[in-house]
Structures are given as structure tokens and as C-alpha cells.
């Protein structure tokens, strides 16, 4: 158990070694079905963000400020506080000054894309998640005239996709996470983070993807958020946080491909597995709390919808307060 503790081993990473991989993982073994479930996706996407999320998105999200538009003669029932004096002035005649929104702006998807991420006993993966969300969040995002990009990463960034407007670039999205393989082992966070924080100068709203069951990227969030405005989509399974009661197994981790032995009947085994999962769950809240940064918890194998919609409202009423 300090071995695993030691390594910050994820039981949704670690597969029976007789168990095939990529037979839980979700991921479509060719382009047909890749291409189907790309559709699949935006499909669904579209309807969410048709009948639930434009709105909220557009009042959350409202831009980098407001640029003058034109100035157009009083009417009665304007506001006399947008009456333009200096025109006034000049010319004796009552003018009113018109705004109208810069909007702007990036959304960067910084994605998991590690071994641990196309696993599990559900019927759908952490990965397959993390597709939809970026569909959902990047088809609301192109609908209000905003860029999308994305950055996968594992134990080194994987991809980067530069910012871009428009319906095909979210599918390019949403193809590049299912179909990502990634080449290199582990999970890194800082290393996600500090690739985007050289490679993105524009401040951008960063949504960034993972289970969180790593530690170690402290300083790089620090200095990512000093630029832009991370908000954290924590994808877990239910197994994450509780190993359930069962025996010795000889088990593979999916990222590092290492098989271990575990005693699953061992009360205390489980409790220490539990405990480490806590410990990194405070100290990423610890964190977060200190950056004002906000998490949307995703529990895989139930809806999203609810939680994402807690998220936008609870934003609105800060920005209204």
C-alpha cells in the first residue's frame, strides 16, 4: 500500500491483467464509428445547448468589455444619463450614446487524455465525458461568436488545436478527444499548464479536464491563473474515491502498464486507498479556494446537465452581486 500511495495509482486506471484494455475504454477502433459517435455527440450537444445552456452561457460569459457603436438622436424614454453632452454642446440637439458588447472570446479545453481516462467498469469512460462536455461547452461558446481551442495532454502535452470560430472546428474538437492516444505515461497538470500559459498570451477562459487524483501542479495553476480564468471540470467514477470490499487480484495500471497486487478484502487497504483520495481532494481545495477557482464535479455514469447548471447560475449571481 505505500507503493501505490507513493505513486498516486488511480483504482479507475488499474485493470484486471486479464482484462483487454481497450475493451472498456469506449474509444472507437475505426473511423466509421469514430465518425458516428462524433455525430452522436453533437446531436446531444446541440439540444443541451439549444434548450438549457445558451442563455446562461451568454450571461456569464458577456465579453472584455463594451465598445461605443454609434450615437443616435434622443427619443423620448431613453435614459437621459446616455444623453452625450459634448454633442449636446455642439450642435443643440439631444444625442444618445449606443454600446454594444465585445465578445471576444477564448475558451481553451486543457483535456486528460491519460490511460486512466478510457477505463472503468461503466459503459461510458471519463474520456468519453470529457468529449461531450467540450462539445456542450464549445458549440455554446462558437454560438455566441467565441473561439474554441484545445490542449490534451498526459504526462507531456499531447495536441494543441489553436483557437478557432465555427461549427467544424468544435467536431474537430470533439474527434480529437475521443480518438486521442496519447504517447507519453503518467498525468501531468503543471506540464499541461505551463505549455498553455507560453503558448496562449490572450487571456482566455480555460476549462480545464481531469480527475484530479494527481498532486504536484500547485505553482503552474498559480501562474495560470494569474493570466486566465481556469475553471476546474473534476471527472470522476464512483470506484475513485471507494475501493469496494473483494480479494487478492493481480491488477495492470493503464498508464504505466506496471501490474501490482492488491488485497481488496483488507479493510485497512481500503481505508488507506480512501484516505490518500481525501488528502489530495483537500489539498486541491485548499488551492482552488486561495485562486478563486471554481470546480464543476462530474460523477461518470450520471448527468451532467444539473451540475454544469449549477455552475452557470451560481456565476450569474456573483457577477450580479
Known amino acids: 500500500m505505500i507503493a501505490l500511495r507513493r505513486a498516486g495509482r488511480r483504482l ?15 474509444a472507437p477502433d475505426d473511423a466509421t464509428q469514430l465518425l458516428d459517435r462524433v455525430r452522436d455527440i453533437e446531436l446531444k450537444a446541440r439540444k443541451i445547448v439549444d434548450e438549457l445552456l445558451l442563455g446562461e452561457y451568454h450571461a456569464v460569459f458577456r465579453g472584455l468589455g463594451i465598445e461605443f457603436d454609434e450615437l443616435r438622436p434622443y427619443v423620448p424614454g431613453d435614459e437621459v444619463r446616455d444623453i452625450d453632452w459634448k454633442t ?23 483535456v486528460d487524455v491519460s490511460g486512466s481516462h478510457r477505463t472503468g467498469a461503466l459503459a461510458v469512460s471519463k474520456a ?35 483557437p478557432a ?12 478527444v475521443l480518438n486521442a492516444r496519447p504517447r507519453t505515461t503518467g498525468t501531468d497538470i503543471a506540464a499541461a499548464l505551463e505549455y498553455l500559459t507560453g503558448i496562449q498570451r490572450r487571456r482566455s477562459t480555460v476549462f480545464l479536464v481531469s480527475d484530479f487524483l494527481t498532486s504536484g501542479y500547485d505553482r503552474a495553476l498559480r501562474a495560470a491563473a494569474r493570466r486566465h480564468d481556469i475553471i476546474a471540470l473534476r471527472l470522476r467514477a464512483p470506484i475513485d474515491a471507494t475501493l469496494p470490499p473483494g480479494g487478492l487480484a493481480r ?5 504505466t502498464g506496471q501490474e501490482i497486487d492488491i488485497d481488496a478484502g ?9 484516505a490518500h ?21 462530474i460523477v461518470v455514469g450520471e448527468d451532467y446537465i444539473p451540475a454544469l447548471l449549477r455552475f452557470f447560475r451560481r456565476r450569474a449571481r456573483v457577477a450580479a452581486s
Not at 454642446?89 to 475558451?107: C, K, S
Not at 458549440?139 to 495536441?159: S, V
Not at 491488477?251 to 498508464?255: C, I, L, S
Open 251 to 255: 491488477v495492470r495500471d493503464a498508464e
Open 165 to 176: 470560430r465555427g461549427a467544424r472546428h468544435v467536431l474537430r474538437v470533439i474527434r480529437e
Open 88 to 110: 449636446y454642446a455642439r450642435t443643440r440637439e439631444p444625442f444618445v450614446r449606443r454600446y454594444r458588447e465585445d465578445r471576444d472570446l477564448t475558451v481553451m479545453f486543457v
Open 277 to 297: 483520495v481525501r488528502s489530495l481532494d483537500a489539498a486541491r481545495a485548499r488551492t482552488f479556494g486561495e485562486l478563486h477557482i471554481d470546480e464543476i464535479p
Open 128 to 162: 468519453d465525458i470529457a468529449a461531450e462536455l467540450c462539445a456542450v461547452l464549445g458549440l455554446a461558446a462558437i454560438r455566441n461568436n467565441d473561439r474554441a481551442g484545445l490542449l490534451l495532454f498526459a504526462g507531456k502535452p499531447e495536441r494543441f488545436v489553436r
Open 266 to 274: 483488507s479493510l485497512a487497504f481500503r481505508e488507506a486507498y480512501a
Open 12 to 26: 479507475a486506471g488499474l485493470l484486471p491483467v486479464r482484462a483487454n484494455p481497450t475493451a472498456t475504454s469506449g
